[in-house]
């Protein structure tokens, strides 16, 4: 389900919705970047390239030690769902952005896309938790169908509100981008739905079985730590 939620926002903000609205934020003639004396004049798609290498840039350099940090503290869960409210609520804030708002709609998705990138380390760090050694690539392979279908659908649905917006009962399509890019965040297939909803289950409230001399754990930082638990009955909880 985590898949089926997080390519909501790789379809609709990072690769179809958000960069068209944006393009027609900026002036035709681009736009001046002045800093400390030095100037550069650029175009939409020039800002958009630097907010994207600008965000995955945080995202990369932080990852590493965010990554040992949540290893150390058992706490990656709680940094999966950080991560992932960042992308949420910045992708919610976007419905705000109007007409020649292209610097807020700038800040806005790179906050937006550090959360979404950065939450990918944490979330793919609990597949050896999902699935044994024999299960993997199923798990794995069904969170990439899931993904594509919900991140289709979102994208499906939402090219049919802006371009049928008066039938949705939306008098511009600017209202029904904007809501579109907000539905990303606050919809019922939106970032925050998995941990809301792996809340109530044992997987992401920290409790879940490992069973006497089972696999060992994969780590937030990417690596392995074997550790074998033994309890009565063969089996312990543990938390993550």
Known sequence: M????????????????????????????GVTLRWAGASLTTSASGLWAYSISSSLLVAALSA????????????????LCVFTYTGAVFSSLLYFVQRG????????????NIGFAG??????????????????????????????????LLLALHALVITY???????????SIRLSLASVGNGPVGEP????????????????????GGRGKRTASGHGREERRLAEGGMKWSTS
């Not at 898949?3 to 027609?24: E, H, N, R």
């Not at 590493?64 to 940094?79: H, Q, Y």
């Not at 289950?201 to 879940?208: A, N, Q, R």
């Open 64 to 79: 590493p030690i965010l990554g040992a940090l949540a290893d150390f503290s058992r706490s990656k869960k709680k940094f």
């Open 2 to 29: 985590y898949d089926w939620a997080d390519s909501a926002f790789a379809t609709s903000i990072l690769a179809a919705v958000l960069p068209v609205y944006f393009a027609s934020l900026v002036p035709e003639g």
């Open 193 to 212: 739905a998995p941990c809301h909803y792996f809340g109530h289950l044992v997987f992401f409230s920290g409790d879940y079985p490992v069973e006497s």
């Open 119 to 152: 939450s990918m380390p944490f979330y793919n760090a609990f597949l050896p938790e999902a699935a044994d050694g024999r299960q993997i690539d199923w798990v794995s392979g069904k969170g990439y169908a899931f993904g594509y279908l919900g991140g289709g």
């Open 101 to 112: 708002d292209w610097f807020l709609c700038l800040i806005l998705f790179m906050a937006a």
């Open 165 to 175: 917006h008066e039938v949705f009962g939306i008098p511009d399509q600017a209202l």
